[in-house]
């Protein structure tokens, strides 16, 4: 099993910036890809980011290509996504999301372990 926590979630001004924190526990993560998924109300859940195993490999969605940046500290078990330009359509809960395999996914049902998502809430 494998117990994923969002932090760093909040309230920003247009044009500003934060840093999602996906903090693991239990089983390692290690050596399976992550990704981030965002659900903004009325929504359905969508892609935003994925970081394979080692993170070498990151793919963004093209909605936030060139602001967003996903990375990982596998010694620390934690995924982070740096948002920046923040836009008041960036605002949503905010997903980590594992994958069983080390392979980037973009598919939300490619994806086995969640955790409880943290509200971003970007005013204009």
């Known amino acids: 099993q494998v117990q994923l926590v969002e932090s760093g979630g909040g309230l920003v001004q247009a044009g500003g910036s934060l840093r999602l924190s996906c903090a693991a526990s239990?089983?390692?993560?290690?050596?399976?890809?992550m990704g981030w998924f965002r659900q903004a109300p009325g929504n359905e859940r969508e892609f935003v980011a994925t970081i394979n195993w080692s993170g070498t490999t990151t793919y963004s969605a093209d909605s936030v290509k060139g602001r967003f940046t996903i990375s990982r500290d596998n010694a620390k078990k934690t995924v982070y996504l740096q948002m920046n330009s923040l836009k008041p359509e960036d605002t949503a809960v905010y997903y980590c999301?594992?994958?069983?395999?080390?392979?980037?996914?973009?598919?939300?049902?490619?994806?086995?372990?969640w955790g409880q998502g943290t509200q971003v809430t970007v005013s204009s």
């Open positions: 999301a594992a994958r069983r395999s080390s392979v980037t996914a973009y598919d939300q049902d490619d994806y086995y372990y």
């Open positions: 239990g089983r390692t993560i290690s050596s399976v890809a």
